[in-house]
């Protein structure tokens, strides 16, 4: 397309014949980029999450008492907010890889700065600063997957990294339990758990920094030939691989796409219980009647019901597809069962275990968040409008985090009746936006498809790849369908 910049690898794309190359070609480069991108991916997201969430776990061992803390966690959420606009920014217009190595690095260091918090003031800063960090990860992953993957392998992919969170919290809710047994040495019990993980942090920012790849053209582990099955792969999104400009047009694409205003309500809306539940849900647990060390193992098994579902549905994506929203509807059933079961027992004598049970099925919810990430990484094309969706759900995402902790009065404790009440009702209208959000899609692929007719074979989607090479949105590329 004359006077277009391409994307990255264009040039491989161009070279590339599409009938010429098999499907066991094709799934032989998949499992090398597998083996050589999902171990570290996995572990920078682990991390990620644990080291949001260490400080609930640093609460239960004095840390509120040694520094005078009050009030709740929400100055990180404030730098991931004031970070989302410069965060997508950065990521579109420079290499991805290098920005999230240096990402993980930095908050390596600033968890190790825990350790010299001697107030509640440097702990703000330190909190804020943690937040502008870690503000490029998520939307850098929902990216860097896009580069790398087909749509359908993304689901699979995502659901993967995703997982990391339930499964690092089960194993750093182990690590804490045994660090805060340590007692009589310089470091506090909490200080350990800052420690730990400010090490481990830094460590996988500079395996990051020398190992990943930035694009598929770009990846060494691959030959020329693979190289070029690579960026063939992932030009049949229609989504391109990765471009550098900033087109502001782009930017009204996204404020005018009815799924972007209802994806900003399904995240407001399930990330307003997720920040009171992150940041007081051991509380609610030790409510129930257990003290410090019961609450830290009690509260496992419900990140096992997180990381469980997102690998089970993970799995189903393989074989069936359009599996999307209905990952962000069948999860809050049993999440809206059990936030119901809990608030239907309050102030009774039920028994406290099976309070427990009802308590770890509400985290079902947590897989409703990786699904909707797909949504934005394989239904919005264009990379500035991917990117600035990005940052307007990652506002919303920040938000929501940040008032949901409010619902958690001092003065509800340890029943929080309102928080409760508040959740059941959000998770309810969340479902009513991912239902409505799976009826948009379908329809505008049916009148699509009566404009212009099905794009079914490599020959038919030829045109719509070409022009995700050259960075159209998915309202300018007729041949785009989304993948519900």
């Known amino acids: 397309m004359k006077g277009e910049v391409a994307d990255e690898g264009y040039e491989l794309f161009d070279e590339a014949n599409p009938q010429a190359v098999s499907q066991q070609a094709k799934d032989a480069v998949r499992r090398k980029i597998d083996i050589h991108l999902l171990p570290l991916m996995c572990a920078l997201y682990g991390l990620n999450y644990v080291d949001k969430v260490a400080l609930g ?32 920014y950065i990521l579109q217009r420079y290499r991805t890889a290098r920005i999230l190595s240096l990402s993980v690095i930095s908050w390596g260091v600033l968890m190790l700065a825990h350790l010299g918090l001697r ?19 998520t939307p850098g992953f929902v990216l ?17 990294w995703a997982a990391m969170q339930g499964a690092f919290s089960i194993i750093s809710s182990l690590l804490s339990f045994g660090l805060g047994h340590i007692t009589n040495t310089v470091l506090k019990p909490w200080m ?15 395996a990051w920094l020398f190992f990943m790849p930035e694009t598929p053209n770009k990846a060494k582990f691959l030959s020329h030939e693979e190289q070029v099955i690579a960026v063939q792969r992932v030009a049949e999104n229609m989504m391109g691989i990765k471009g550098y400009q900033w087109k502001y047009y782009q ?3 996204t404020v005018k796409d009815v799924k972007t205003w209802l994806v900003l309500a399904f995240v407001l809306l399930t990330q307003l219980p997720n920040g009171g539940l992150t940041s007081f849900g051991s509380l609610v647990i030790s409510g129930f009647g257990f003290d410090a060390f ?7 098994p419900s990140s096992v019901v997180s990381a469980g579902s997102m690998v089970i549905w993970g799995f189903f994506s393989i074989k069936h597809g359009n599996l999307r929203t209905w990952g962000m509807i069948i999860p809050l059933l049993p999440a809206i069962a059990g936030i119901a079961a809990v608030y239907g027992t309050i102030g009774t004598d039920a028994n406290k275990y099976g309070r427990v049970v009802a308590y770890w099925l509400i985290n079902s919810y947590a897989v409703t968040w990786p699904f909707c990430l797909t949504i934005v990484g ?3 094309a264009g990379h500035t409008k991917r990117a600035f969706t ?5 506002i919303v995402f920040a938000a929501g985090n940040i008032a949901g902790p409010f619902f958690f009065r001092d003065q509800d404790a340890p029943k929080y009746v309102l928080a409760i009440t508040t959740i059941l009702v959000f998770f309810c209208a969340a479902l009513l936006c991912a239902i409505a959000l799976r009826y948009y899609m379908a329809l505008q692929n049916r009148i699509r498809d009566r404009q212009f007719g099905p794009a079914e074979t490599t020959e038919e989607k030829l045109e719509g790849m070409r022009l995700g090479m050259h960075d159209k949105t998915d309202l300018e590329n007729s041949d785009f369908r989304y993948v519900l």
């Open 390 to 394: 990005n940052t307007l759900l990652f």
């Open 378 to 380: 394989q239904n919005i």
């Open 251 to 253: 930017m009204w694409h």
């Open 192 to 206: 350990y758990i800052f420690l730990v993980l400010g090490l481990l942090s830094l460590i996988v920012g500079f």
């Open 144 to 160: 860097y997957t896009s580069m790398f993957y087909t749509r359908r392998e993304q689901v699979m992919r995502t659901m993967l």
């Open 57 to 88: 776990w640093a609460v239960l061992f004095d840390f509120r008492r040694d520094l005078g803390l009050v009030g709740t966690d929400s100055m990180f959420y404030f730098g991931y907010l004031i970070a989302q606009y410069p965060a997508n």
């Open 119 to 137: 107030n509640f003031a440097g702990l703000m800063v330190i909190r804020f600063l943690l937040g502008v960090a870690e503000s490029v990860v």
């Open 294 to 300: 019961k609450t830290l193992l009690i509260g496992l």
